[in-house]
């Protein structure tokens, strides 16, 4: 059967490396004109990613490419003794499995693995999608598909052109996000160091074997902002105009912006749909069930959603009409789960009040105390599913065919 994965960042290689293992002809379609490779932004992955991870052979490589970042510092905005945790402290409370890569280093590795057995085309869009799985291309000839997958993002095209516009389906859990490579000016090496105010948090982290830095915005609006998502100039603006008057290193992190190599700005929006599947096709990811960037681990959900989807369409013989409820059924409480967790993360990280910016200070201090035992006791006490990820099983599925080893 011929599948046609829309999207080559984490959930479409992913996907693609299952399917070709399964014996599905795979094309991957891709808009960026190559590969991207700037760095992206720190992402995470939780145990059951993890454990795809090591199944898919490697393991090796991603741990190779973690970040290496292990201490957080924390200044408040106006003044005060800054709060310092160990962020292996925080992450042994979540899950007992974790590595923080670069977006685009995990990219690279899943593309490594999948680049001979499946066919990439990049600088290319899908522009039309058939009942009957005809597909037409901005650049490419026009091709029939048994199957078309949507792993195109929150901003997903497949999901645009079969389900409607994304107005339909968001839902704005009350904050934005903003990351830029700036020059690494601090030396940061395994440290991040960030500054936190009533409704807003920069920071900035350096990561190993990356050449610069990457300053991270987090900010909150009682009201969503008025900006297209690809018009770059208008979301520095409103970035600029959001952390006016900030101390700490956050005037030299603004003025970079003029000169970033990358620069990424977006909503912390959440998507839910009914169904992620319609005909012939269906959406894995982001592209149906961002949780919210930064805030829901969506990075292992899209993982985990490349594999069971993979699983379920060899299990029942590539018959979508089975696969796709199959593949909804298994993965929908992990989605639902995500959600809840991401819009109390995002209220937690970014404070809305005076008080939960002292509360947020004393509880980083307190973290940095206690065993970690203590601390995932008191992670488990205070945020209702907050180890959501390690409380996932995955579903086993038939031994895929082997492939050609290539190097």
């Known amino acids: 059967m011929r599948v046609l994965i829309s999207g080559a960042s984490v959930a479409g290689p992913a996907l693609a490396y299952w399917l070709a293992r399964y014996g599905f002809t795979v094309t991957v ?9 700037t760095g992206g932004h720190a992402i995470d992955l939780f145990r059951p990613a993890m454990d795809i991870v090591e199944r898919m052979g490697v393991l090796e490589q991603v741990l190779a490419r973690k970040t290496g970042t292990e201490l957080l510092t924390v200044y408040g905005e106006h003044g005060g003794r800054p709060a310092e945790v160990e962020i292996k402290r925080v992450m042994g409370a979540v899950s007992d499995r974790h590595v923080e890569i670069m977006r685009d280093d995990l990219s690279e590795i899943f593309y490594e693995a999948t680049r001979h057995d ?67 000016h601090l030396g940061l090496d395994g440290r991040m160091e960030g500054v936190t105010g009533v409704g807003r948090l ?33 979301q520095k603006e409103l970035l600029r ?40 096709v269906t959406l894995v990811g982001d592209a149906g069930y961002c949780p919210g960037p930064a805030v829901g681990g969506s990075t292992s959900l899209a993982v985990v959603g490349a594999y069971v989807l993979a699983g379920e369409l ?27 967790f991401a819009i109390n993360a995002a209220k937690r990280i970014v404070p809305g009040s005076r008080f939960d910016l002292w509360a947020l200070l004393q509880g980083v201090r307190l973290v940095n105390r206690l065993p970690v035992a203590l601390t ?11 180890r959501l990820h390690d409380s996932v099983a995955l579903k086993g599925y038939a031994a895929p065919r082997e492939t050609t080893s290539h190097p």
């Open 202 to 234: 920069a920071a900035m982290y350096g990561a190993a074997r990356l050449p610069d830095a990457r300053a991270l915005f987090l900010f909150r609006t009682p009201e969503p902002l008025d900006y297209h998502h690809r018009d770059v100039a208008r």
């Open 241 to 280: 105009e959001r952390f006016a008057g900030v101390g700490w290193q956050v005037p030299r992190l603004l003025a970079e912006l003029e000169h970033t190599p990358a620069f990424y700005f977006d909503s912390i929006t959440q998507l839910r749909l009914d169904t992620w599947s319609r005909g012939r």
């Open 29 to 37: 379609v891709e808009r960026a004109p190559a590969l991207r490779k």
């Open 118 to 184: 499946a066919e990439y085309v990049f600088g290319d869009s899908i522009t039309s999608i058939s009942e009957d799985g005809e597909v037409t291309f901005e650049r490419g000839e026009p091709a029939r598909f048994d199957l078309v997958i949507g792993a195109d993002g929150l901003h997903s095209n497949v999901r645009r052109l079969v389900f409607g516009p994304e107005s339909r389906f968001t839902t704005w859990i009350g904050a934005y996000l903003a990351v830029a490579s700036v020059p690494n």
């Open 376 to 386: 995932r006791a008191a992670v488990k006490l205070g945020s209702k599913g907050v």
């Open 314 to 340: 060899a299990a029942h013989g590539g018959d979508h009409t089975r696969a796709y409820p199959a593949y909804e059924a298994e993965i929908g409480e992990y989605v639902r789960r995500s959600r809840t």
